[in-house]
């Protein structure tokens, strides 16, 4: 099946930026959706972007809209975000995921939407995660 590799993360200082990636192993099923998801230490783990690998639609989190960027490359089978003006609310755990049902395309999208937890169980493919620190 779908295995996510991660590679990015680091340390830098607020108003940086900082490019992540996550590549898909080869699969028999497609990833008709991915998405970002973070966590910090005793917090849940939240939605931040997702995107319909097809048409590239995507959602954004209300705390990170308008400064990080999600896109996929298809023929890369690589998903990206680009995180521009970063703050030290940003510092924590980055999770991506990939799903290839319709219905679980939908529920992570609305998850992203409302701001709602996500567990780790509610999708099918996880990226070993990858550290974000955002110092002030």
């Known amino acids: 099946q779908v295995q996510l590799v991660q590679s990015g993360g680091g340390s830098v200082e607020a108003g940086g930026s900082m490019t992540l990636s996550c590549e898909a192993s080869?699969?028999?099923?497609?990833?008709?959706?991915m998405g970002w998801f973070r966590q910090a230490p005793g917090k849940e783990r939240e939605g931040v972007a997702s995107?319909?690998?097809?048409?590239?639609?995507?959602a954004y989190a209300d705390s990170v809209k308008g400064r990080f960027t999600i896109t996929h490359d298809n023929a890369k089978s690589t998903l990206y975000l680009q995180m521009n003006n970063l703050k030290p609310e940003d510092t924590a755990m980055y999770y991506c995921?990939?799903?290839?049902?319709?219905?679980?395309?939908?529920?992570?999208?609305?998850?992203?939407?409302?701001?709602?937890?996500?567990?780790?169980?509610?999708?099918?493919?996880w990226g070993q995660g990858t550290q974000v620190t955002v110092s002030s």
């Open positions: 995107i319909y690998t097809a048409d590239g639609k995507a």
């Open positions: 995921a990939a799903e290839s049902a319709f219905p679980e395309c939908i529920k992570m999208q609305t998850q992203v939407i409302l701001g709602a937890s996500a567990s780790a169980t509610d999708f099918s493919y």
């Open positions: 080869a699969s028999t099923i497609p990833n008709y959706c």
